[in-house]
């Protein structure tokens, strides 16, 4: 199975990410995971991603969308695969189904804004894996330690609200039109669209996410 999560930063798209995977079997290709390896590398993509992360803003649709179609020509992908964070534009869509990449399944997490903000200040993620936890809601086993590893979560360098509130309007003004794309390409019989009320608690989500694909 081939499937885009679709939805603002925040909306618990790593999260369920994590359940899709061990449910389906499937890997998760989350771009923004890449773009941190590369960073922590220090490979001349992490070098330029850096400054663009961390701003909050976008990095270019040339580069994500030759990231992607690397990644998903991998052998591990010939069974399908999870988009977590990928496209994220129009230009992203349209050069990832010109380069015949098409999915299966789009799912929409939807999320307010505040509902975000407030989740973010208390995300913690283990940068080896790119599990994410939360203080609050979604706790690892001790506190501050990755469930699997044992080794130390971290928060993000673009959890700050400022950073976060930024990646919000370019989430509306650069990402969200790709929910009209992808209704109009399931209209046409393309491809499946849901909505997911993703305010709800993460078992309750996961449930559905297991219904609805199974
Ligand atoms: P990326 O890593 O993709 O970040 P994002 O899309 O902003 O999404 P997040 O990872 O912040 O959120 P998420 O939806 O995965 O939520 P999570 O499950 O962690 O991208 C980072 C940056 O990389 C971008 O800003 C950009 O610069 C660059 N980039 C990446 N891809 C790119 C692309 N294609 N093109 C250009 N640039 C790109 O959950 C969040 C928190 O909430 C956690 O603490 C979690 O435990 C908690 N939580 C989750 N679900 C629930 C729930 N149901 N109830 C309560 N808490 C919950
Ligand atoms: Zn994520």
Same mark, same amino acid.
């Given at each position: 199975?081939?499937? #885009?999560?679709?939805?603002?930063? =925040?909306?618990?798209?790593?999260? +369920?990410? %994590? ?7 499937i890997? %998760?290709?989350?771009?923004g995971?890449?773009?941190r390896?590369?960073? @922590? /590398? *220090?490979?001349?993509?992490g070098?330029q ?5 961390d701003? =909050? ?5 040339d580069?994500?969308?030759?990231? &992607?179609?690397?990644?998903v020509?991998?052998?591990d992908?010939?069974?399908?695969f ?7 534009? #129009?230009p992203q869509?349209? =050069?990832?189904h010109?380069?015949?990449i098409?999915v299966?399944?789009?799912l /929409?997490?939807?999320?307010?804004? /505040?509902? #975000?903000v407030?989740?973010?200040g208390?995300?913690? $993620?283990?940068? =080896?894996?790119?599990? $994410?936890y939360? $203080? +609050?809601y979604?706790?690892? %086993? &001790?506190? *501050?330690?990755?469930?699997?590893? *044992? !080794?130390?979560l971290?928060?993000?360098d673009?959890? @700050?609200?400022?950073?976060?509130r930024?990646?919000?309007? #370019? ?9 009209a794309?992808?209704? @109009?390409l399931?209209? %046409?019989? @393309?491809?499946?669209f849901h ?6 608690? $993460? !078992?309750?989500?996961?449930? /559905?996410?297991?219904e609805?694909?199974?």
């Amino acid at each position: 199975m081939r499937i #885009i999560l679709l939805g603002a930063p =925040g909306a618990g798209k790593g999260t +369920q990410a %994590q359940f899709l995977m061990k449910t389906f079997g499937i890997p %998760q290709i989350s771009t923004g995971d890449m773009l941190r390896a590369a960073i @922590k /590398e *220090g490979t001349p993509l992490g070098q330029q991603a850096k400054a663009i992360m961390d701003a =909050g803003k976008l990095v270019s649709d040339d580069i994500m969308i030759g990231l &992607v179609k690397e990644r998903v020509a991998q052998a591990d992908c010939a069974n399908g695969f999870l988009l977590d964070g990928f496209p994220r534009t #129009i230009p992203q869509a349209d =050069g990832m189904h010109a380069a015949g990449i098409d999915v299966d399944v789009v799912l /929409e997490f939807a999320v307010p804004d /505040e509902v #975000i903000v407030e989740r973010m200040g208390g995300r913690r $993620v283990h940068p =080896g894996s790119g599990r $994410v936890y939360h $203080v +609050q809601y979604n706790p690892p %086993q &001790v506190a *501050g330690k990755d469930d699997e590893t *044992g !080794e130390d979560l971290v928060i993000r360098d673009d959890d @700050k609200e400022a950073t976060v509130r930024k990646r919000l309007a #370019i989430y509306h003004e650069q990402t969200e039109p790709l929910v009209a794309y992808y209704r @109009k390409l399931a209209e %046409q019989g @393309k491809t499946a669209f849901h909505k997911i009320d993703g305010t709800r608690d $993460v !078992e309750v989500i996961s449930a /559905e996410l297991g219904e609805l694909l199974s």
